[in-house]
């Protein structure tokens, strides 16, 4: 069961295959069905309604009101309200909302690209596991912002984009920080993480036409399929959207 609509799917299946896996093999390991999950930034619950459906205790923090509230009323919908919790705030709150030592798993899912300190961010995060800990982390991927700019005509933006700092093509840039697969792992190593897999996501998503997809029967499962293939090859890393890390606590 994916986390959003077929098509939409097409932007998360390989992300909530990893977290439902990742999380079944968790809770095999503790002999523990139920694990506490945490999802910062985790909005309207796009994964943390799903997660709690396999049967996990799901605490968002989210720094939106409108958010929590739209996600309280899609936890009721699910029929997992007494699995999710709603709490305002952010990862500079986040030690004074969540106990040391007391989570199983954290969710990070474009948080990093918004945050002031990425580094700090993610050790407070990591503050929040007990050892062996999972932390799914999403972020945006600089060198295929390079590659979307290019195809796009916008040849001088794809090249800002590679020398940037921060990973941006232009002060209109709506995406405040984009990462490399090497920076993410650096973070994850110095917040005391050790990273176990890397997937590429939306490596073709974004890049083939919508009308395509849409009209063609068929269309939308192989290229799905076809994306969860892709994901864990690192030729195709580079040029995804973004890039996902699942590492555990040391």
Request: glycine residues 10%; aromatic residues 4%.
């Amino acid at each position: 069961m994916y986390p959003t609509r077929p098509r939409s799917a097409l932007r998360t299946a390989v992300v909530w295959e990893v977290v439902r896996a990742a999380l079944e093999k968790r809770a095999a390991e503790l002999d523990q069905p139920v694990l506490d999950v945490v999802d910062t930034g985790g909005g309207t619950g796009n994964f943390a309604v799903p997660v709690a459906r396999l049967g996990h205790r799901v605490t968002v923090v989210d720094p939106s009101p409108d958010a929590l509230f739209a996600l309280e009323r899609r936890a009721a919908e699910a029929g997992v309200t007494d699995l999710v919790r709603a709490v305002q705030g952010d990862t500079q709150t986040l030690p004074e909302l969540i106990a040391p030592g007391s989570v199983d798993a954290v969710l990070c899912h474009g948080v990093l690209e918004m945050v002031d300190d990425p580094a700090e961010a993610l050790g407070s995060l990591a503050g929040t596991l007990r050892a062996g800990g999972l932390v799914s982390l999403l972020a945006a991927n600089r060198n295929g912002a390079v590659l979307a700019r290019a195809l796009a005509g916008h040849f001088d933006e794809a090249r800002t984009v590679l020398g940037a700092p921060e990973g941006r093509w232009g002060a209109g840039d709506p995406m405040p920080r984009r990462f490399t697969g090497e920076e993410l792992g650096l973070l994850a190593s110095a917040a005391g993480l050790r990273v176990e897999a890397v997937h590429g996501v939306r490596v073709f998503a974004d890049l083939v036409p919508g009308v395509l997809v849409d009209t063609e029967p068929g269309a939308t499962e192989a290229l799905l399929k076809l994306e969860q293939a892709a994901a864990e090859q690192p030729a195709f890393h580079a040029v995804a959207t973004q890039l996902h890390l699942l590492a555990t606590r040391s």
